[in-house]
């Protein structure tokens, strides 16, 4: 009886020329794993690219809707504007202004005491930061809130003629002070 025992493998047991029973087993499903891999990774690469672009495409598209919309609205505001705003007035007891885009109290106050010193007292002479003191005067008495384009402010003549001897009562201290504001508010003339 000289039958040959066939040894069964045992795992772990196999040829080194021969694949490892696990990889042979599993060969197919590693494959597919990989190509499932590959094939999530470019969708989600070209699904990005995609999604940068469409991004782009709609900002580039709300930029151009936005700028549009502010060249309208600056043309109407433009026409609304110089049929709104009147020219500042001089009337028995008070100096109106009216407010343009962007003004507030103060920048009226400045041009009442500018027409107030044309019009009707104009041999005063003052400096920039006595006129800077009288803007802040005129300001602080009337009081501070947002202007509309077109809106009116007045200014009577004599808190005008208040704040004008007032600023002349400046120390050199404190026009020195003022100075820093006067060089803003009149630069071409410090």
């Given amino acids: 009886m000289d039958k040959k ?24 499903m590693i494959i597919a794993i990989v190509i499932i891999i590959i094939l999530i990774g470019g969708i989600y690469a070209l699904s990005k690219k995609e999604t940068k672009q469409e991004i782009a495409e709609e900002a580039q598209e709300v930029a151009t809707e936005e700028e549009e919309a502010e060249e309208t609205l600056e043309a109407e505001t433009a026409g609304k504007q110089e049929e709104v705003v009147e020219e500042g007035e001089v009337q028995a007891d008070k100096i109106v202004e009216y407010a343009e885009r962007g003004e507030g109290v ?17 041999d005063i002479a003052l400096n920039n930061e006595q006129k800077i003191y009288i803007e802040d005067y005129l300001q602080n008495r009337t009081g501070s809130k947002g202007l ?28 020195e002070n003022l100075k820093k504001y006067s060089r803003i508010v009149y630069p071409s003339e410090a």
């Fill in 5 to 28: 025992i066939q040894k069964m493998p045992l795992v772990g047991d196999e040829d080194e020329n021969s694949e490892s029973g696990w990889f042979k087993q599993n060969r197919s």
């Fill in 148 to 175: 509309k384009i077109g809106e009116s402010m007045s200014f009577s003549k004599e808190l005008i003629k208040e704040a004008i001897k007032a600023s002349e009562g400046l120390t050199p201290a404190q026009i």
């Fill in 106 to 122: 103060t920048h009226l106050a400045r041009k009442a005491l500018n027409r107030y010193l044309d019009e009707v007292e104009s």
